[in-house]
């Protein structure tokens, strides 16, 4: 029985119907492919739109102007264009085959042959088309029953998938956490232990963008189980462990217990030493941005139990704040609902303030300002009629220490 691609509202989006109309979906040269398949037959929402084409590069940029569609060619050498359709960009790949691999990037051919394309793809939930007319799947490999019964598998061999492409592993096991039942295909589970060590020919901005797409999903710890006890991780990431996985298991209940929406980079602290120093390294090593590192190195520098909340969040920041008393499983989670819509105001109060007050200008203006707002934080940030009384009683303090 042929399964269909069940309607949604993102098959209605405006300016789609002129891009398959441009692509001769009509004459069967273009079909829906990948993600937006899976997720379609999921009812999940589909965000980014993915077409397979046996048109050529060239040919899709010229039919696309000659619709009217801006086409940006993304990815020509690997036969991508994005197309732009009312600010939504649509990815088509002209259908190809692999002529060589390194396990890093691929030499390919176009074809015309469909099956030939959706054999050099990696799992068999991912090899779906949809034909956008009469919304029939095409499916060569199984992976509409792999989708039903919440199995990823590889397409073949999945020592010769991942031989093809090392970062096949990592998405093996987010593929996992997403839509299996944390159970591994044997087959799979194997060639990716046996294979682990081809991730250090990976760029780490590859490795990092799966590892943080996989600590982002609801419940990635019985795939991060399954990845350290088979030593997946060793030769790139040492540092994660049975006890990472322990004090992420218990940020994940706290998350949940409170509320707050998982943050993979918080996820990632958990998971590491809790050491700052560590932390940085790794944050370097995954050639993470500053930001991102400042934010790993910030949720490990303490206990979040030394300050009450709002003060915490004034000295580094709500996010900061957040993520110190969900990791810090001593830390009361009562103390998050006071951050909820919380922006850390302004000392309403200046150097030039204390000056007027009788301060000599100096050093004592920095020390006696940093004064005032230490007992400014640990009231609660009063409002300005209780920071000009705190700011007299410094004044008058530091003038008699002056006297």
């Not at 993102?10 to 001769?24: F, N, T, V």
């Not at 009812?43 to 940029?61: F, R, W, Y």
């Not at 199995?151 to 593929?175: C, K, N, P, Q, T």
């Not at 990472?244 to 940020?251: D, E, I, Q, T, V």
């Amino acid at each position: 029985m042929t399964s269909l691609l069940p309607d949604a509202d993102w098959r209605h989006r405006p300016g789609l119907d002129a891009l398959l109309r441009a692509l001769g979906a009509e004459q069967g040269l273009a079909r829906f492919v990948g993600g937006a398949v899976r997720d379609g037959l999921l009812g999940l929402p589909v965000n980014d739109l993915d077409i397979a084409t046996v048109l050529e590069p060239q040919s899709v940029i010229d039919r696309l102007r000659t619709a009217g569609i801006k086409a940006v060619p993304t990815g020509i050498d690997h036969g991508t264009i994005t197309a732009v359709i009312n600010g939504w960009p649509v990815e088509i790949t002209t259908l190809r085959r692999d002529v060589s691999t390194d396990g890093r990037r691929a030499t390919i051919a176009y074809t015309d042959d469909w099956r030939e394309d959706a054999a050099r793809r990696d799992f068999t939930i991912n090899a779906l088309y949809a034909d956008p007319l009469t919304h029939a799947i095409t499916d060569f490999f199984g992976g509409v029953a792999d989708l039903r019964a919440h199995r990823v598998r590889f397409i073949g061999e999945a020592s010769a998938r991942i031989a093809e492409d090392h970062l096949r592993i990592l998405r093996y096991f987010r593929f996992l956490a997403r839509f299996g039942h944390d159970e591994p295909d044997v087959e799979a589970y194997a060639a990716c232990r046996d294979a682990a060590n081809s991730l250090m020919a990976l760029s780490r901005e590859r490795i990092a963008d799966e590892l943080l797409k996989l600590l982002a999903l609801p419940g990635p710890l019985a795939s991060l189980r399954l990845m350290v006890d088979g030593g997946i991780l060793l030769p790139v990431l040492p540092e994660v462990d049975h006890d990472g996985l322990a004090r992420l298991s218990m940020l994940v209940e706290r998350e949940a217990a409170s509320g707050i929406a998982p943050a993979a980079l918080r996820r990632l602290a958990a998971l590491l030493p809790p050491d700052p120093r560590a932390a940085d390294q790794v944050g370097a090593r995954l050639k993470l941005s500053n930001k991102a590192r400042k934010r790993l190195t910030a949720a490990l520098e303490g206990a979040a139990t030394g300050a009450p909340p709002r003060a915490l969040a004034f000295r580094i920041g709500v996010e900061g704040a957040i993520d110190r008393i969900l990791i810090d499983p001593s830390a009361p989670l009562d103390g998050l609902k006071m951050l909820a819509d919380w922006v850390p105001p302004r000392l309403p109060l200046g150097g030039g303030a204390l000056i007027a007050r009788g301060l000599q200008p100096g050093p004592d203006v920095a020390k006696a300002l940093a004064e005032v707002q230490d007992i400014w934080v640990a009231e609660d940030f009063p409002d300005a009629a209780r920071v000009s009384e705190i700011a007299d009683q410094t004044v008058s303090k530091f003038q008699r220490a002056r006297q």
